[in-house]
Structures are given as structure tokens and as C-alpha cells.
């Protein structure tokens, strides 16, 4: 294994997934040496945590100065992150950004063209669709690579949340000006398609979609919440909501060069709306041999189904399922693995890649990915507009 432990971090954001970032990092031994956002607020996570060049009034270009950072992880709301980028690459750090990439693929465009023309000696950048790096979705995309479930036929799946049931839930990604045109799906639908993607070793190709908004109408407080927060039901106003609270969509993936998954089939239900489910990121892939059924909820275990012999759970740590996952798992089977240690196997993929001199293969999400999601997303707006197939 490549030592990571050369290279600093600085991260932007300090919300509900910036510490996660953090947390991740410090757990594989990272040094964390900066810390930006608001000053109140990036003074706060840095005494937390122990970082010691804190960059206030969301000054990102300060931090990219610092001599001191090599890796910048952007974790700031959807709207500030390809500005964010593109200014990190510039000054020759390499990124982890959260997703989606971008507000559109027009701006996403600009990042994979920055990547691009930094070619081999250019910065590593990331995508942080994290799902990749659970070792159940690892294994699966083994065992789908190498046979085990025979020719894929179709895959169905659902990522149900539930935190913006009520009209008095608020959060910045409601707004389609903050966060993108599409919000459930943008939001949360799009780990799912990155994550089925990454199993079947293939992109989607054309979309069929229906979006829904529940609440036409929400009430918000006047200032801003942080995700995952309570609002106070005193301060609030009515407003007008223009993204999508659940969907339907339907996917047809191209050619995996493995030679078992072409043209499937794939629809998936998004929902932020579905009372009772909290983090559920759910699908089963369907094969001619078995099939395999996962959710985020309980991610130390896989089912596979065989039509006739006996179904099995698989679990983590356990023979059958440790071998093709044992760099992207730390603790034996029992103990669970679960949402904080798929951040720091996605951080120990990048960071061993940048370490490496990218000799290790780049299994998590790069720009091009991140785009596609984005361009993913604006064909889903259009087919639900249009009811019809969009090709992406
Ligand atoms: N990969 C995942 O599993 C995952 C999970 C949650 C969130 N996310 C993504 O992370 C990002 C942040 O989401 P969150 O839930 O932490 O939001 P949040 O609202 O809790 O936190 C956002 C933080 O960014 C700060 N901020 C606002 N504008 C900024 C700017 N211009 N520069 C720097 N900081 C700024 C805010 O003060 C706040 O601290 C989003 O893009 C979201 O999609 C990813």
C-alpha cells in the first residue's frame, strides 16, 4: 500500500457533511490543516477539530494559497461548487467535490475540461458519490464483472427519505436557485444511478421519467437551516416550491465491456417525501443465473437470489464475499461498516491515487461522471416535461 500520510487536506464547508469529510480523513491518518466557511462557523469546527489555518467570510481562494493543503474537499451547497473547483484546479490543488457537480452541465462541462487539459500532470479530482465504496456495492460489482449472476436483465430500486415530509421541512435544496432544477432526484436519486452504474459497469443512455412536487406550496424560516435540522414553526414564510419531492424513473444503460450487462432495463422510485425511511438507497440486479439485493440501511449484508437452490445472505467479513472487497474494509464481519467508513474508503481510493501517482485504478467518480449525472438529470427534467425518452 502507498503511504497517504504526505498529503494535507482542506476542506470547504462546515455543515452536515463537511465534519464527515473531516472525521473520514483523520480517521485514515490524514492531516486536516484547513478549514472554510463562515467565520463564526469555520472558528467553531476548527477548535472541534483541531485544524489549525481557519479561513472565515467563505474566503476558498485564501485557503487554496496555504501552502500547507494539497487536497480541497468542497462540501459548500450545490451552487458554489464548480466555481470552487475551477478555482482549486487552477492553483494546483487536487479536489474532492460533493455532488452533483454542478447547478448544469453547461458550467459542469467547464470542469471536465479543466481536468482534462491538466492531463496526467494535472490535479486528481473526485466526485463524492461515496455509494461506490460501501463493500457490498464493491462485491456486487465483482460478482456481476466476472458472471456470477449470468446476463443482466433488469435492475429496480428505490433511495426513499423522509426528512422533507411536512411543508414546514426547509432546506436550501428545496429552492431550484440554490441547489438545481431537480432536487430529489439531483439530491439523492443521482447516488442511486451513480451506484447502479458503477455495479453494472455502465452508463445510462436515455431516460423516461415522471417528477412530482407534493407541496406546491412550503413554509420556510426567513434565514437559513442546516441540513437535517429542525426549523422554528414562529418564523416562518409562505413560498412557492419548484423542484421535484418524489419520481419515477426509467433507465436504459449501454454496453459493459465485461460482456454481461447491455441495454438493461433499470427504474428506480425517488422520493424525499416517503414517511418512514430515512436513508434508504435500495436495488436488486437481476441475472439469468441469481440475483443480488442490498440497502443502505443494512449495507453489511447482500442477498443473492437463485431460482433453484436455496438464497443466501452474504455478510462482510465472511468468505464469499471478503475477497473481492478486502482493501475497502477494515473490521472483521459482526462489526458493522456502514454511511462514515464508505467516506473513508472513497478518501483512501483518492488519496492512494494521488499517492500512487495514479498508478491504482480510479474507482471513484471522476469530473466526466459527475457531468454525466448532471446531463442525467437535465434529460429526466425533459422527459417528465415532455413524456417521453430523452437520450442522454
Ligand atoms: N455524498 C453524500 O453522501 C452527501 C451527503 C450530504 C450532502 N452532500 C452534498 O454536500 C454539499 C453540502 O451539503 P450539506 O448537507 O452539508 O449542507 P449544509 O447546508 O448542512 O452545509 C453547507 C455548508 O456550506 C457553507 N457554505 C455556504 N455557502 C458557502 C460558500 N460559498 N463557500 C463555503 N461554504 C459555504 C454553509 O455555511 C454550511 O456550513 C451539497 O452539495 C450536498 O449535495 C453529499
Not at 436550501?172 to 432536487?183: C, F, I, N, T, V
Request: aromatic share 8%; charged share 20%; proline share 4%.
Amino acid at each position: 500500500m502507498t503511504s497517504l500520510h504526505h498529503l494535507r487536506a482542506g476542506i470547504i464547508g462546515t455543515g452536515f457533511i463537511g465534519p464527515v469529510h473531516i472525521e473520514a480523513l483523520k480517521r485514515l491518518g490524514i492531516t486536516v490543516n484547513g478549514i472554510c466557511g463562515s467565520s463564526q462557523s469555520a472558528r467553531h469546527t476548527g477548535e472541534l477539530w483541531g485544524i489549525p489555518e481557519v479561513y472565515g467570510d467563505y474566503d476558498h481562494e485564501a485557503m487554496y494559497a496555504s501552502p500547507n493543503i494539497d487536497v480541497v474537499h468542497v462540501t459548500s451547497p450545490n451552487k458554489a461548487h464548480v466555481q470552487q473547483c475551477l478555482k482549486a484546479i487552477e492553483m494546483g490543488k487536487h479536489v474532492v467535490c460533493e455532488k452533483p457537480l454542478g447547478m448544469n452541465s453547461k458550467e459542469t462541462a467547464l470542469v471536465v475540461e479543466a481536468v482534462r487539459k491538466g492531463g496526467k500532470k494535472g490535479p486528481v479530482f473526485a466526485v463524492n458519490y461515496v455509494c461506490r465504496f460501501f463493500p457490498a456495492i464493491l462485491q456486487m460489482r465483482a460478482m456481476v464483472a466476472r458472471g456470477d449472476l449470468g446476463r443482466i436483465i433488469h435492475v429496480q430500486g428505490h433511495f426513499f427519505q423522509d426528512w422533507l415530509l411536512h411543508e414546514t421541512d426547509y432546506n436550501w435544496r428545496l429552492l431550484a436557485s440554490e441547489g438545481g432544477k431537480l432536487r430529489a432526484v439531483g439530491d439523492i436519486g443521482t447516488h442511486w444511478i451513480d451506484a447502479v452504474s458503477f455495479v453494472l459497469g455502465t452508463k445510462a443512455t436515455s431516460v423516461f421519467a415522471h417528477l412530482e412536487t407534493f407541496h406546491k406550496t412550503r413554509k420556510r424560516p426567513r434565514s437559513q437551516v442546516q441540513t437535517f435540522t429542525k426549523t422554528d414553526p414562529k418564523s416562518l414564510i409562505d413560498y412557492k416550491v419548484d423542484t421535484e419531492d418524489f419520481g419515477s424513473v426509467m433507465l436504459k444503460f449501454g454496453k459493459a465491456s465485461h460482456g454481461y450487462a447491455s441495454g438493461v432495463h433499470a427504474n428506480a422510485s425517488i422520493s424525499q417525501v416517503a414517511a418512514g425511511w430515512k436513508c434508504s438507497l435500495s436495488f436488486g440486479i437481476y441475472g439469468t443465473k441469481a440475483s443480488v439485493r442490498w440497502d443502505l440501511q443494512q449495507p453489511n449484508e447482500i442477498i443473492l437470489g437463485r431460482r433453484d437452490e436455496p438464497n443466501q445472505i452474504l455478510q462482510r467479513g465472511t468468505p464469499g464475499f471478503l475477497e473481492d472487497v478486502a482493501h475497502f474494509t477494515d473490521y472483521p464481519s459482526g462489526h458493522p461498516e456502514g454511511f462514515s467508513d464508505c467516506h473513508k474508503m472513497q478518501y483512501r481510493a483518492v488519496y492512494e491515487h494521488i499517492a500512487s501517482n495514479r498508478k491504482t485504478e480510479p474507482l471513484f467518480a471522476t469530473a466526466a461522471d459527475g457531468h454525466h449525472e448532471v446531463q442525467l438529470c437535465e434529460a429526466i427534467l425533459q422527459s417528465s416535461r415532455a413524456k417521453t425518452w430523452v437520450k442522454v
